[in-house]
């Protein structure tokens, strides 16, 4: 790099986790270009659930990894401006059976033995908390007050909109197609600069933050960084009446062996997400019939959603990783090129984007991150 001249970063992909990352980059005065070969927020952030959590994360270290990036997302969201992007108010659940009760009681206890604040709650409460619902026979439920959700393309918005006033430029449209390398003389490479449907761009860095694709894009600089076919599938419905008075994300229990269990939450302009299963779980029907048939289930629990329309959304692929665990840092082939692919993206963007901006600016090695390192895979 010549003296006095900013530390050139490109970061690939404007999803969540790219957004984050350019933003903080900025923080820290590095000179930044975002390259999103669509438009800002179109990977799997638009599809995502986007509950703040760490109610499934094992084993421990990324649990706390999770836990710790849930600390500051109240921080990120006013330091970003959000706004009413962002939805507090916990996560509640409830199970028929006493099988899943007492799965239930073990994961409670598992958190709480970890730090974590959930706790079982009696039925009594749980009415107190929502009393729009009809829950059928409680064996156990639970409650995550430091829980939330978020609405992805607002947090990507407010992260450019910030990182742009602080000088970073955004090219949409604009697709990576390739990398140009150089040799060092060693067996390590640096990436020298992108290239892309544009032209090139020259680079002190990369990030390669491009979600499902970055397999593909960091093959083109030899590194092998596998990813299982993730499809995941969120129904919207039109905007409704606020439905929940507390809570702010709801896990609803299967209904019988053919309706499974649902979740769901409230957007700020009244419109209504529903999944199935868990955040992992694996689903490709995006009809019109089986966005029917979720509002039906989410309607059974909540009589208030009788009247709203079901809003198929297509099926979104989840980042993942093949061990299921973030990729997080620069491989030592390329030692300038910084991979920054996972799951929970929307959890883990405000630390990542943290880290990562250390990592990348000021040549710290995060010890929190050595779990994570690509070298794993290579
Ligand atoms: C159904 C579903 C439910 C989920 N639920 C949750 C949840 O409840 N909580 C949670 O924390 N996480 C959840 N996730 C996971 C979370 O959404 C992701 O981990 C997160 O959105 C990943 O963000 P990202 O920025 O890495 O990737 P993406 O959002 O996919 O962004 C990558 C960007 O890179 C761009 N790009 C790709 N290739 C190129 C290229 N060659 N050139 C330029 N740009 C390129 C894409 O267009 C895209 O905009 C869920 C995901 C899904 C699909």
Known sequence: MEPGKAFHVVVVGAGIVGASIAYHLTQRHAAVTVLERHQPGTGASSHSFAWLNAFGKEPYGY?????????????FARDIQLGEGVHWGGEMRWVHTEADA???????????????????????????????????????????????????????????????????????????QGLRLQHNGSTARRVHAVQTTQG????????????TETTALAAMAGLHIPQEDSPGVVVRTDPRPRLLQSVSVLYMPPIDA???????????????QIGEGSQESLARDDSQAHADALLTRATHYLP???????????????????????????????????????????????????????????????????????????
């Open 63 to 75: 649990h706390e990894l999770n836990r710790r990036s849930m600390d500051i997302w109240h921080r």
């Open 102 to 176: 007492a799965a239930l009681r073990q994961r409670i206890q598992q958190l709480q033995s970890w730090g974590y604040p959930n706790r079982l709650i009696s039925v009594d409460e749980l009415q107190r908390l929502e009393p729009g619902i009809v829950t059928g026979e409680v064996r156990a439920a639970s409650l995550g007050p430091i829980d939330g959700h978020v609405e992805a393309h607002k947090v990507i918005a407010a992260c450019l909109r910030r990182a742009q006033a602080r000088g970073a430029v955004v090219h949409t449209e604009t697709a990576v």
């Open 200 to 211: 090139e761009i020259l680079c002190d860095a990369v990030v390669l933050a491009a979600g």
């Open 258 to 272: 053919t309706r499974p269990d649902i979740h769901l939450r409230q957007l700020a302009d009244g419109s209504v």
């Open 304 to 378: 208030a959603l009788a009247g709203a329309r079901a809003i198929p959304v297509p099926v979104g692929y989840r980042p993942m990783p093949h061990d299921g665990f973030p990729v997080l840092g620069f491989p030592e082939p390329v030692p300038n090129l910084y991979l920054a692919l996972m799951h929970s993206g929307v959890t883990l963007a405000p630390l990542v984007g943290e880290l990562a901006a250390m990592e990348i600016v000021d040549g710290a090695r995060v010890q929190s991150l050595a779990a994570y390192r690509p070298e794993r895979f290579l």
